[in-house]
Structure formats: structure tokens, C-alpha cells
């Protein structure tokens, strides 16, 4: 194959991967609907850890990065305590996302609070945060 060729093909197969092409579709159930989510395919789940008020949805990956899903009422879900605020988007004078880090450790996290649902990922690496982020952007909408 000539050099050109390869390099056109290797930043083609980039620009899907780079571009959500590598989320997968992780379907799940809230509030008796079916509902479904976008996150990369090293995921397994969803597993449904149920209370009074609804149910927290845990997606985890073999790492330890964790996705999870709150359809509920009257709880949040909590991040590890080393994590530090970053940033935060607001849309309304309300807070709508938190971004977070844990320095030294490389280790990111990001709450997102719907109309919908509080959704969260924690212990994710730089690259899965890239990836994340992407899947948390289509969230929204």
C-alpha cells in the first residue's frame, strides 16, 4: 500500500473514533420505560441497585470507571471525596454540570443534573473522559 494511501485510510479510521463511532448503544430501564445510553464498549451493565424512591444504574468498566444513571427522587449520587470541582455549567442561573478532577491521579469525573435524571462518571481516565464526555455531550441534546 502506498504511504499516502495508508495515512488517508489511518486518519479516516481516527475520525470515527474520535467522533462517537465507538460508543455503543447500552440499553436500561428507568422508571418502567426502556431507555438507552451511548458510552464505549468496554462497559458492563446495567446493574440496578433499587430503593424506595427509584433506582441508581451502575454501568462499570473492567478499569473501575463508573457510569451511573439515578432514576429517583430525593437522593443525589455522590463522587469519591478526593475529587476537586473544576468547572460547572450554568443554564438558567442553575447549575447544570460539574466537571472534576483528582490531581496527581489523572482520574476525572462529571455530573450532569436533567430535568430527566443525575447522571455521573468517576474514575475515568484521560482518554475515557474524552470519551465520555462525548457520549454525556449527546445527553444533552
Not at 43 to 60: H, R
Not at 93 to 99: C, L, R, T
Not at 111 to 136: C, G, P, T, W
Request: hydrophobic fraction near 40%.
Amino acid at each position: 500500500m502506498k504511504p499516502a494511501i495508508l495515512v488517508t485510510f489511518l486518519w479516516t479510521i481516527n475520525l470515527f473514533t474520535t467522533s462517537g463511532q465507538n460508543l455503543i448503544n447500552y440499553r436500561y430501564n428507568c422508571w418502567n420505560e426502556n431507555d438507552s445510553i451511548l458510552l464505549p464498549p468496554n462497559f458492563l451493565g446495567p446493574k440496578y441497585f433499587n430503593y424506595t424512591e427509584g433506582a441508581i444504574i451502575s454501568f462499570i468498566a473492567i478499569d473501575s470507571c463508573m457510569v451511573e444513571i439515578l432514576c429517583g427522587a430525593n437522593a443525589d449520587l455522590a463522587l469519591d471525596d478526593k475529587y476537586e470541582k473544576n468547572d460547572s455549567i450554568m443554564n438558567n442561573n442553575i447549575v447544570k454540570q460539574y466537571f472534576y478532577s483528582i490531581k496527581g491521579a489523572n482520574l476525572y469525573a462529571r455530573k450532569i443534573y436533567s430535568n430527566r435524571f443525575i447522571i455521573v462518571y468517576q474514575h475515568a481516565s484521560f482518554l475515557q473522559k474524552k470519551e465520555l464526555d462525548m457520549a454525556f455531550d449527546l445527553l444533552e441534546k
